[in-house]
């Protein structure tokens, strides 16, 4: 059995981020990850006046409760999409000017239901070139609070936002969800901001959430589920293997760990405890259909792998796959067929046929890291498997070569 520690969970680290810049006293987070998303958050909010101390293992931040402590600077939020959005929106609470770009490919990522959103609850927000995207400027003068609806079909980073937003405003937050998609990402939300003194509750589908401001603490980060997710199908996929992860297990926060799930259904052997998750290899693996809406960042580890299934891999309700990094469901699709592989999409859906994959090829990775980690997945059953940008993983894992290619050597 291999033991792979995981590196810090970027979801996590980034809402840790945002609730301790805004909560009263100093906070530590412990084991934060450490990529190109998380420093480009870091980054951004000590261009907003926040101080952020870093020590190996640990990250000091301490809050401001009133707002950014400039009040007029630039922010660039380099590829993340969190930073992207949860600045602005933590910005809205203070008072000033605050302008932010990022990167051609965040700034082709929509942020539009957000925008919109704070405009009604009376922030000054201006899109600088296209509506809907970056770069944008927001003239801050707090947030008074009240009630909204909001469509967040296309991403739940736009709830996840106006929800931290809440405890900030002068009277408190109802949001009232018109559509949702992956919402074990909100359940995330929901529960560190409790775990940093807010109150927030939900009735059907509006969340209320009082003006309470936040408390600073000492705050651990779990490992990223979904970067788990390709040591699993590793495991699932590599007859005799197993891999354990410690950190992840029945408590964990996030979602992602759902994945393990649908390895068991295609016939993996799993094992979840309170400490840890174990997927080992029964040598089978099934094809099924399966709606991975709540679980999307995982689509392409399982599109990975499903050519080696028994039988068809089908993939439904993953529509916003498309407005990621890249469009996966597109990639994941053109890249398959690189290596011989049939493949059929639709706008929501990706049904992949048994078959195997053949090299040489070169992997098309439109700069997305989860393309390139999942087709490394594929190359441990099919030489001759090369990227085009294997560098992009720096967004979330900047050593996933070599800690993949060790575990690949691992017996």
Known sequence: MTVI?????????AR??????????????????????????AEGLRALGYAVRKEPGAWHVEGRPAGPGVSDTDVYCRDGATTARFLPTLAAAGHGTFRFDASPQMRRRPLGPLSTALRELGVDLRHGEKDGHHPLAVHADGVKGGALTLDAGQSSQYLTALLMLGPLT??????????????????????????????VTREGRTYRVAPTGYRARTYGIE??????????????????????????????????????????RMGADVEVTAGATTVRSTGTLRGLTVNMRDISDTM???????PFADGPVRIEDVANTRVKECDRLDACAENLRRLGVTVETGPDWIEIHPGTPAGPAEIATHGDHRIVMSFAVTALRTPGIAFDD???????FPDFHRVFGAFARTP
């Open 5 to 13: 520690d995981i590196p810090g969970s970027k979801s996590v680290t």
């Open 16 to 41: 840790a981020l945002f609730l301790a810049a805004a909560a009263e006293g100093t906070t530590t987070l412990l084991r934060p990850l450490v990529s190109d998303d998380t420093e480009g958050f």
């Open 170 to 199: 002068a009277g408190g937050l109802d949001i009232t969800v018109t559509d949702l998609v992956s919402e074990p990402y909100v359940e995330i939300t929901l529960a560190m901001m409790r775990d940093f003194g807010a109150e």
């Open 223 to 264: 490992p990223d589920a979904s970067t788990a997710s390709y040591f699993f199908a590793a495991a699932a996929l590599e007859p005799g293997r197993s891999v354990t992860v410690p950190g992840l297990g029945t408590g964990a926060l996030q979602g992602d760990l759902a994945f393990v799930d649908v390895l068991r």
């Open 300 to 306: 392409p580890t399982l599109a990975a792998i499903a």
């Open 390 to 396: 294997p560098g992009c993983v720096k967004k979330t």
